[in-house]
């Protein structure tokens, strides 16, 4: 099976600090993203990435920057952690295959609030 | 950017009860995925499906490329059902995956 590991479930932060989120899949997936998701809104994507040191916005990058150093480890940074980026962080890990036919697996969520 | 719409939103089901759980989309695309969020938070992915039908278990869902939907049945549903559907759609070979806002599942003793 599949196993994506966050290394929190829950996390309280104070305004300004500096927010550190990580992510390790262990099946030697290509492709790796995070997500926030907040009621109303589904989730969306913040950044991806599809090789070791590569990365990619998403549709809300902003104040949020990401690291990827080992091809099974996928960080998130909070360079100044606001109250508007209290929410719900999801990180994702796929295979890389042709067409786009790869299935998304998703570890257990981040709870972030910011004080 | 590709739209994606499901419904409705919220649902209650008496345990037993059979369900059907839509999402629209306003584009072609070639990957289309059901994803269930259990109460404590994790999104397990339920099918890949882009077109035809698939079957597991109580769940089967059926996608109409050319009509722009996709379909999630839940029969004899279990309170263990309870939770958030997702619907998320990719346009393209190489895009991101967008997703709809949920249907919020709620299935009572």
């Known amino acids: 099976d599949v196993k994506v590991t966050q290394s929190s479930r829950y996390l309280v932060k104070r305004t300004g600090e500096k927010v550190f989120l990580e992510c390790v899949q262990d099946?030697?997936?290509?492709?790796m993203f995070w997500y926030r998701q907040d009621p109303g809104l589904g989730l969306r994507l913040i950044y991806f990435s599809y090789d070791v040191k590569m990365k990619e916005k998403g549709d809300i990058p902003e104040g949020y920057s990401v690291s990827r150093e080992k091809k099974e480890r996928f960080s998130l940074i909070l360079e100044s952690a606001s109250t508007n980026q209290t929410s719900m962080y999801l990180c994702?890990?796929?295979?890389?295959?042709?067409?786009?036919?790869?299935?998304?697996?998703f570890g257990p969520g981040t709870r972030l609030l910011v004080l | 950017g590709i739209q994606v719409e499901q419904s409705p939103p919220d649902l209650i089901l008496q345990e037993g009860a059979n369900s059907t759980l839509r999402c629209n989309f306003s584009d072609s695309v070639n990957n289309l995925q059901w994803f269930h969020q259990n109460p404590w938070g994790q999104l397990i992915n339920l099918f890949y499906i882009p077109s035809g039908t698939k079957q597991n278990g109580r769940l089967s869902a059926t996608t109409v490329a050319t009509e722009r939907y996709s379909l999630l049945y839940i029969s004899s549903s279990q309170t263990t059902d309870s939770g958030v559907y997702f619907c998320a759609v990719r346009p393209e070979s190489w895009g991101k995956l967008q997703f709809g806002a949920g249907t919020q599942v709620v299935v009572t003793p």
């Open positions: 994702a890990s796929s295979p890389q295959r042709g067409g786009g036919q790869e299935t998304q697996y």
């Open positions: 099946m030697d997936h290509e492709n």
